[in-house]
């Protein structure tokens, strides 16, 4: 472990939309670190907070969220402490971000071009000239596969939905930022288009190294792509660790256990489904103690009185789950 | 591009002469006939002999009233075409040309005055409503803006002559300008134009300006709120930028296509406003026309409306891919099925009916 | 349906505007029905010793020229006004709704051939055409007014109507529809039509105000004949008469505008809220 603080790191962060006790809380008290140089995914369900997430890492949660308690820090500097422009100058040159599905990503009556260049005279010091910056975009352009000419003169509703998520990332990468945050890269896509995006993103760590944040509810592209994983469930995390341990070793958070165990095996005879009974949370009307609990086969007395806290085994693989750290104590212990 | 351009202008020759068309229609073929009606009025004065009759009608309405009807309206038509719509009865000798060639001006200004005011009140306001949306500003803005936008225009009218005009004598209650001032680029007669016309013009403004704001505000709440704004923020870039060529332009849209579609509730308009403050424009001559059953000049006042509407609209289709750079390249992926803009399909601003 | 009536009352509760619109609308709605016959008008001579009286029990509003009560005279001009401007509402609505469901449904050669005739009347400016057209014709009844009054109209409401059918056409339930090989009626009737249905009826409320502002306009301009009580007709001679400069007959000009300023501004605030109902997302302010 160096001394440097890491790349980004979330603290007890908060999210809440709306006002005062009818406030919703998108994520609550989450905690995460990024490591410079790594893949880290962000999973779960839909409305389980993963995006929100991703948006506070950049600072660019939509109104009327905001954050109400904990902060995010870029290399140590809590966003909450930056000023309008040293905030404003880290977006895109510091963390970047590709929406979901990068269908209306881009103004509708403006070039992508210009809107290129609307961001290199937003960032000026980045690149000596417009012509330098153009360059590097459309360096870009060809590692993600896509015509250079074509794209800059054309107008979004002239490309099709592949192009423009790559179009998306390529902008997202213009600014040579630390870190890029992408919300559900293939979920939109077809086939072809996702494994398209999953080789390009490996191709673009590998060549730029930069750092990679995605949220998606794919595991499969998680497994595939991704080194860190933090899985989310109602607004809380509820496990974070490394892929291969989560994947392989057995201390599971149930909620992941019953998504891998969702998942079809292509090896048995027959299609054999195995849903998670029940259904998410409401938000607004969250039950007492664990918020899996109601739908938890492993579930205890303890578990519907108490929110379970995250625990770290010495892999640094925790889980939030009085069940499974129940092993971690008192021998283990936490790390 | 081009292709669009050449609709554009081949349905405004189309509209125009079907109105031509409509007109002689209306003169000579529907009951009540117009002609009939002054070849009675004129034989009843018992003065002028049957050719003489002739020789009127023919020139009051440019038609030879006992020649085959098909010829009777192709010389109608090509007369038009020419610039020549007949005289006024109501102003013997006069050519309905020249009447209402003097007055489409007095209206062109007046409205025009009008609509870019109103606009540009709208723009601003609405913005404004948007921005700071659950406001207690936004709510009694959009309560009081509701409610003139209700108020018909005559009704300001009238309402204005009474306790502007009238009773605090603050501005001439009618005429274009003041029979005191001599015509012509002299201080003294551009002053009264413009006194003369506060009160006219304010009373479009106040019934008009209200569902250009509510126009405007949707647009900009729709913009605002939209992805590629948050995504332009997320690229940091700056505000003014994204407030110019994000939310402006993308909230203009619809804006413009509503000033195209009120063109022609504008004019429908001024001929309330005209008729109350005596106002020499053509909405004036055409009541004036109505009520003294003088057709032709009704008729002329009717197609020249109608022309400057085309016109107009002609000059804002032009305008529109410059603003939406997209109708002159048609989208190749139907991203959202060839629709114009994001936001909610355009209202015209007026009513629903003229 | 029951839940339509529910939001809509839940809507006119908070929304206090909206509340007062829809009790006025349905005042004058009943005032329309039964006007005649609670009100009396005498058409007789002119009595000049009860013209222009002040406002009094008998006659709240005072009198008019010709001796009736305003009041009265407002109450029973109601029911022309509103016949005129509903029915022209129905017949704008309706050619509006056909138009826009086929052409958009059908597609095709039919579809490009009738936006063409749209795009003319939508061009054509509709009240002067409206004005030429009364004053040729001298239409006096209210069908002939009300098929006038919404001749260039429903092209608006088409244009509108026939975007949404586009969009609804290739919605899943409406291709199963077609596949089953049901008749355009039923397509058309019921597949598309209820799901135009909310914007139809806002449309058609916006549709009586805009008639409604152009009947009486034409009335106030003496356009259309003067026979007959109504608000336009009242104004019209009350400016004849010089209202604005005698103060006694001032309210014989203001009454009648009033009349309709009220009206207007209910339709524009009950069609807020429906608007809301049908739009959820308009409502969070």
């Known amino acids: 472990m160096s001394d440097a603080p890491p790349l980004l790191e979330v603290r007890d962060l908060t999210v809440a939309f709306g006002d005062g006790n009818r406030a919703i809380r998108a994520v609550e008290g989450v905690s995460l670190t990024v490591q410079a140089g790594e893949i880290h995914a962000l999973v779960g369900e839909s409305g389980c907070g993963k995006s929100t997430l991703a948006y506070a890492l950049l600072d660019v949660i939509p109104p009327p969220g905001r954050v109400i308690h904990g902060d995010v820090r870029f290399r140590g500097r809590s966003y909450g402490q930056m000023g309008k422009t040293e905030l404003r100058t880290l977006r895109a040159a510091g963390v970047a971000m590709v929406f979901q599905a990068a269908m209306n990503s881009f103004n509708p009556v403006v070039t992508i071009g210009h809107q290129v260049e609307h961001t290199l005279e937003a960032h000026p010091r980045v690149f000596p000239s417009v012509a330098a910056g153009r360059a590097y975009f459309e360096e870009l352009l060809q590692r993600l596969r896509l015509p250079p000419e074509r794209i800059w003169n054309a107008f979004e509703s002239q490309l099709s939905g592949g192009m423009k998520q790559r179009a998306a990332i390529a902008l997202a990468l213009l600014l040579k930022p630390a870190v890029l945050v992408l919300d559900e890269p293939t979920t939109a896509l077809d086939v072809l288009n996702q494994r398209l995006v999953i080789d390009i993103l490996k191709e673009l760590h590998a060549s730029l190294g930069v750092t990679i944040v995605f949220v998606t509810h794919d595991l499969a592209v998680v497994a595939e792509l991704a080194q860190s994983v933090a899985v989310m469930y109602a607004g809380r995390m509820v496990e974070a660790g490394r892929v291969d341990d989560i994947f392989g070793r057995g201390r599971r958070h149930p909620y992941v256990a019953a998504l891998l165990e969702a998942i079809p095996s292509l090896l048995d005879d027959g299609l054999q489904v195995h849903p998670i009974p029940g259904q998410v949370p409401d938000l607004a009307h969250l039950p007492t103690g664990c918020r899996f609990a109601p739908r938890c086969p ?38 | 591009m081009l292709w669009y351009v050449v609709r554009r202008v081949v349905t405004a020759v189309v509209v125009v002469f079907i109105v031509i068309s409509l007109s002689f229609f209306l003169v000579r073929l529907m009951p009540g006939n117009a002609m009939q009606y002054l070849t009675d009025q004129l034989e009843r004065q018992g003065s002028y002999t049957p050719q003489e009759i002739q020789q009127k009608i023919a020139a009051v309405y440019g038609i030879l009233p006992h020649s085959p009807v098909w010829k009777q309206y192709l010389t109608y038509v090509g007369h038009a075409f020419r610039g020549n719509l007949g005289t006024s009865i109501l ?20 409205v025009g005055l009008a609509l870019l005011i109103s606009f540009g009140l709208g723009v601003g306001i609405g913005t404004l409503m948007a921005v700071f949306q659950s406001s207690r ?15 018909p225009n005559y009704v300001v009218a009238i309402l204005l002559i009474y306790f502007v005009a009238d009773r605090a004598g603050l501005f001439p209650s009618g005429g274009a300008y003041s029979v005191n001032v001599t015509p012509g680029p002299n201080p003294a007669f551009i002053g009264s134009v413009i006194v003369h016309a506060v009160l006219p013009i304010l009373a479009y403004v106040l019934t008009a300006f209200g569902a250009w704001a509510l126009t405007m505000k949707g647009a900009a709440i729709s913009t605002i709120g939209a992805e590629y704004v948050r995504s332009a923020e997320s690229r940091g870039l700056l505000s003014r930028r994204i407030a110019q060529s994000y939310v402006g332009r993308n909230s203009l849209l619809p804006m413009v296509t509503s000033l195209a579609l009120s063109l022609g509730y504008v004019f429908g308009g001024s001929v309330f406003i005209e008729t109350y403050f005596t106002y020499p424009g053509i909405g004036y001559y055409l009541i004036q026309a109505v009520t003294a059953r003088d057709y032709s000049l009704m008729m002329g006042c009717f197609i020249l409306i109608t022309v400057s509407v085309v016109v107009a609209n002609l000059v804002v289709d032009l305008f529109y891919p410059l603003v939406d750079p997209r109708i002159a390249r048609p989208a190749t992926h139907r991203g959202r099925a060839g629709a114009k803009t994001e936001v909610t399909e355009p209202v015209p601003v007026g009513s629903a009916l003229p | 349906m029951t839940r339509f009536f529910r939001d809509l009352w839940r809507i006119c509760r908070n929304d206090k505007a909206a509340l007062f619109g829809a009790a006025v609308i349905l005042a004058y709605l009943v005032l329309a029905i039964i006007g005649r016959s609670i009100s009396h008008i005498s058409t007789g001579v002119p009595n000049a010793a009860s013209a222009y009286l002040s ?3 008998t006659h709240p509003l005072g009198t008019d020229n010709l001796g009736n009560g305003i009041l009265a005279e407002l109450v029973v001009g109601t029911r022309p006004i509103m016949e005129i401007g509903v029915l022209a509402a129905l017949i704008t609505t309706f050619i509006g709704v056909v138009v826009g469901l086929v052409t958009g449904y059908v597609g095709g050669i039919l579809d490009a051939a009738v936006m063409r005739v749209v795009d003319v009347f939508l061009t054509i400016p509709g009240l002067p055409l409206i004005i030429v057209i009364v004053s040729i014709t001298r239409a006096a009844g209210p069908l002939a007014l009300a098929a006038i009054l919404s001749i260039t109209a429903w092209a608006g409401l088409a244009r509108a109507v026939r975007s949404q059918a586009l969009s609804l056409r290739s919605l899943d339930f409406v291709e199963s529809a077609r596949v089953q090989g049901l008749p355009l009626r039923n397509i058309i009737g019921r597949q598309l039509l209820p799901n135009v249905g909310p914007y139809v009826a806002i449309n058609f409320m916006l549709a009586i105000t805009g008639s409604i502002y152009a009947e009486i306009g034409l009335f106030v301009l003496g ?3 003067l026979n007959g009580t109504n608000w336009g007709v009242m104004i019209n001679l009350a400016m004849s008469q010089g209202a604005l400069y005698v103060t006694k007959s001032l309210i014989s000009l203001l009454a009648p505008m009033a009349a309709i300023v009220l009206l207007q501004v209910a339709f524009v605030f009950f069609t807020r809220a429906l608007d809301s109902v049908f739009n959820p997302r308009l409502r969070v302010q």
């Open chain 1, 298 to 335: 492993l579930a205890r007395q303890i578990c519907r009185e108490v929110e379970p806290i995250g625990q770290s085994d010495a892999w640094g693989h925790e889980v939030a789950c009085h069940v499974v750290n129940e092993e971690l104590l008192p021998s283990g212990g936490p790390t």
């Open chain 2, 91 to 110: 102003n013997p000798g006069e050519t309905v040309v020249h009447i209402v060639g003097n007055a489409l001006p007095w209206t062109i200004f007046s």
């Open chain 2, 137 to 151: 500003f936004a709510k009694v803005t959009t309560l009081v803006v509701s409610f003139l936008s209700a108020v």
């Open chain 3, 55 to 57: 406002p009094s029990w």
């Open chain 3, 223 to 225: 356009v259309a004949p």
